[in-house]
């Protein structure tokens, strides 16, 4: 079974500052990587993924990842956060052969004003 | 174009109990997933279905759970004699299962479950 790690449970951040979220899987194979948030109350939405190719991928409100094979990481950055991101964190994996998901966690991200 | 729909968003049941939690993936969609949060914890997968076949159901417990995806309707969770650790946020997600995004899931709003 995969395990996926988020560090930070909970991140306070101004607005308008960067911020980065880490997270950590463990796998020895090749694995493909997701980004979800979740704002209170809801559904998890998909903020990106990675498959293949570049290393770097770009997702919705702004969002990016990077990821890094050799630390298997695929920590999320946002350059200025807002208000609106205000909301929970998850990070996800999933085997190509395989059929399950698995999330960290969670990181609770809090922009204050 | 609907999301992803659960209903009920709450369900109260005393123990001992049953529980029916449905989920009706989005238009075009095929598969679903069913998924339960506990408090201050990620998502830990329960079961994958396909229409009328259930393609992995390894996250889910042995006893007193079952899931089906029917021909018509929705898919239904279905937890018998509810216990108090049953009590959680339980997600379910559709995907079209095939093509390029096979790999993304769309996650309705979940339904909130409490034993009293």
């Known amino acids: 079974a995969q395990s996926v790690t988020q560090l930070d449970s909970q991140v306070p951040v101004f607005e308008e500052a960067p911020v980065e979220l880490r997270c950590n899987y463990s796998?020895?194979?090749?694995?493909?990587l997701f980004w979800y948030v979740q704002y209170p109350n809801q559904g998890l939405q998909l903020l990106l993924k990675?498959?293949?190719?570049?290393?770097l991928v770009k997702g919705i409100n702004g969002f990016e990842a990077e990821f890094n094979k050799s630390q298997t990481s695929f920590h999320l950055r946002k350059p200025s956060v807002h208000i609106s991101d205000t909301a929970e964190y998850f990070c996800?994996?999933?085997?190509?052969?395989?059929?399950?998901?698995?999330f960290g966690t969670g990181t609770s991200l809090t922009v204050i004003p | 174009n609907a999301g992803v729909m659960q209903n009920p968003r709450h369900l109260v049941r005393r123990r001992g109990q049953e529980a029916r939690l449905r989920c009706s993936p989005m238009?075009?969609?095929?598969?679903v997933y069913w998924y339960r949060q506990l408090p201050e914890e990620g998502l830990k997968f329960m079961v994958y279905l396909q229409k009328e076949n259930i393609i992995d159901e390894s996250g889910m417990p042995k006893e007193r759970f079952s899931a089906e995806f029917p021909k018509e309707g929705p898919s239904i969770l279905r937890i018998q004699q509810v216990v108090r650790g049953d009590s959680a946020a339980y997600f379910c997600?559709?995907?079209?299962?095939?093509?390029?995004?096979?790999?993304?899931?769309?996650f309705g709003p979940g339904t909130r479950l409490t034993v009293t």
């Open positions: 997600a559709s995907s079209p299962g095939a093509g390029v995004k096979i790999y993304e899931q769309y």
């Open positions: 996800a994996v999933r085997r190509p052969t395989g059929n399950q998901f698995y």
């Open positions: 796998s020895s194979v090749s694995v493909y």
């Open positions: 238009k075009g969609h095929s598969h």
């Open positions: 990675y498959l293949s190719g570049s290393t």
